[in-house]
């Protein structure tokens, strides 16, 4: 059985960080492009950054600068470590595996995902 765990969320301030988890079983993530989607209250999901296979890393806008997507093989996770968070950073973080996937998508492109973990910057 495939999971995707997220963990790692919480509350933070502004300016603050936190670093999310995402712990794979059942599959070896060495092989899946893995993506970080967030959806804000009464927002559409988006998906912020992802990283391929072969290890590139892309940033939507927003988040450039400030988060940063990094996966470890050995333990099979990734992690999103998240730095000078924002308010409008308020979301539910999930993770999303899938082969062969190529370009932002809609999320549909992914086989896995994680089961989300709550960010909440206070404003």
């Known amino acids: 059985q495939v999971q995707l765990v997220e963990s790692g969320g919480g509350l933070a301030q502004p300016g603050g960080s936190l670093r999310l988890s995402c712990a794979a079983s059942?599959?070896?993530?060495?092989?899946?492009?893995i993506a970080w989607f967030r959806r804000a209250p009464g927002k559409e999901r988006e998906a912020i950054t992802r990283?391929?296979?072969?290890?590139?890393?892309f940033y939507e806008d927003s988040v450039k600068g400030r988060f940063t997507i990094s996966r470890d093989n050995a333990k099979n996770t990734v992690y999103l470590q998240m730095n000078n968070l924002k308010p409008e950073d308020t979301a539910v973080y999930s993770c999303?595996?899938?082969?062969?996937?190529?370009?932002w998508g809609t999320g549909e492109e992914y086989d896995y995902w994680g089961q989300g973990t709550q960010v909440t910057v206070l404003s």
């Open positions: 059942g599959i070896s993530l060495d092989y899946y492009a």
């Open positions: 999303a595996a899938g082969v062969g996937v190529g370009g």
């Open positions: 990283t391929s296979s072969d290890g590139k890393t």
